[in-house]
């Protein structure tokens, strides 16, 4: 396969942030895995190892991340000068008590929420993902997996499709390459897709599936900078139609973060009802000419879809507190900070 820029995702969006000077003085390489002491970049016809510590500044960064480097410079250990913006942006909430931000995978196009059709199709869950993938500013497609073990498929698609005018579904069985024809037109070349769902629901078989050749990843180097032979799992793949699949271990267990943008787009619907409640305080709960609560009556809302809307909210309410706190407390930390070095300033200059 002749390996491009446009092949590893470039589209215009990037080139257009790159100076006169960028243009014919750097070269843009993609990050394709990350790891504790080392992040590998790629390029067309090469791959490169560098020291996390030489992307100190630019932290944190992404899978998916586009660096830029000086171009006669890049090579192992070359130092980035810096990341472009993105594209589109997947982040979950880090580990620890703090909420913070942490970036899984960047600049994909196209989400696919897996989900198979058992007792693992849980439609909150999906709309929580749709949730995220509106977040992100990503497309998501459904794919419905198992399909060959369902005798009612029908019932499954009719109900997914409930979630979202307009939303793509696709139903397969991972296992048969043929009958993923109808994913293709989001892997072609220059697309970049991620994968999210539950353990089990056919993540890997559909990775099997959609890159049955892997031309380009065999390209790839796994080793390190000194040349070691690395264990971890490969990120990146390449589909057999051309476009590149990205499958970190960041993304096999996703939170939501602040998501106030997602939720609003994925239950739009809910927010008008909202806004044709005679009171504009209305807890929705028995107040006269509540919109919500003659939706609900009239089923014209799904008592489901409105609890997991008022869930999705409150979890996002409280994440954006704690951000809001933690970031007073960095500024009240900063003052403190800076008082006791005026302080220290103070008593130097009295005893000089
Ligand atoms: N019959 C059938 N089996 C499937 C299908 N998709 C996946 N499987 C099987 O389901 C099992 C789990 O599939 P995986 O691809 O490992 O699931 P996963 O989502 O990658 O799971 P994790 O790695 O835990 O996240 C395997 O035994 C697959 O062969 C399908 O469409 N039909
Ligand atoms: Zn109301």
Redesign the pocket.
């Known amino acids: 396969m002749f390996i491009n820029h446009l092949t590893l995702g470039w589209k215009p969006f990037f080139q257009q942030q790159l100076t006169l000077d960028e243009l014919s003085s750097t070269i843009a390489a993609r990050i394709v895995a990350i790891h504790r002491s080392h992040i590998q970049v790629l390029i067309p016809d090469a791959s490169f190892s560098i020291d996390t510590q030489l992307c100190a500044k630019l932290q944190p960064l992404a899978v998916g991340d586009w660096l830029l480097f000086e171009a006669t410079l890049l090579q192992d250990n070359a130092r980035p000068l810096r990341r472009l913006s993105r594209l589109s942006l997947i982040a979950r909430k880090a580990v620890g008590e703090q909420v913070a931000v942490q970036p899984i995978v960047s600049n994909i196009d196209t989400l696919f929420i897996?989900s198979?059709c058992n007792q693992d199709f849980n439609i909150s869950r999906l709309e929580r993902y749709l949730v995220l993938a509106s977040e992100a500013r990503v497309t998501p497609v459904l794919v419905l997996?198992?399909?060959?073990?369902c005798a009612d498929v029908d019932d499954f698609v009719a109900q997914a499709r409930t979630l979202q005018p307009g939303l793509m579904v696709e139903v397969?069985?991972?296992?048969d390459p043929l009958q993923l024809q109808g994913l293709q037109a989001w892997c072609k070349v220059g697309q970049t897709v991620a994968l999210v769902?539950s353990?089990?629901?056919?993540?890997?078989?559909?990775i099997n599936s959609l890159c049955q050749q892997q031309a380009l990843t065999q390209t790839i180097r796994e080793d390190d900078a000194k040349g070691r032979h690395t264990t971890t799992a490969r990120t990146l793949y390449v589909m057999d139609s051309g476009g590149l699949l990205i499958d970190t271990p960041g993304m096999?267990e996703l939170q939501l973060l602040s998501c106030e943008e997602g939720v609003q787009s994925v239950f739009a619907d809910v927010e008008v009802l909202i806004n044709n409640c005679r009171f504009s305080n209305c807890t929705h709960e028995n107040e006269p000419g509540c919109a919500i609560q003659q939706a609900l009556t009239t089923n014209q809302l799904d008592p489901r879809r409105w609890k997991n809307y008022r869930k999705l909210l409150k979890e996002q309410q409280r994440n954006a507190e704690t951000i809001a706190q933690q970031h007073q407390r960095d500024k009240q930390f900063g003052r403190l900070c800076r008082n006791i070095q005026r302080e220290k300033q103070k008593r130097k200059n009295i005893n000089d």
């Open positions: 897996v198979s997996t198992k399909s060959d073990q397969c069985d991972a296992r769902g353990s089990g629901v056919g993540k890997s078989t559909l096999r």
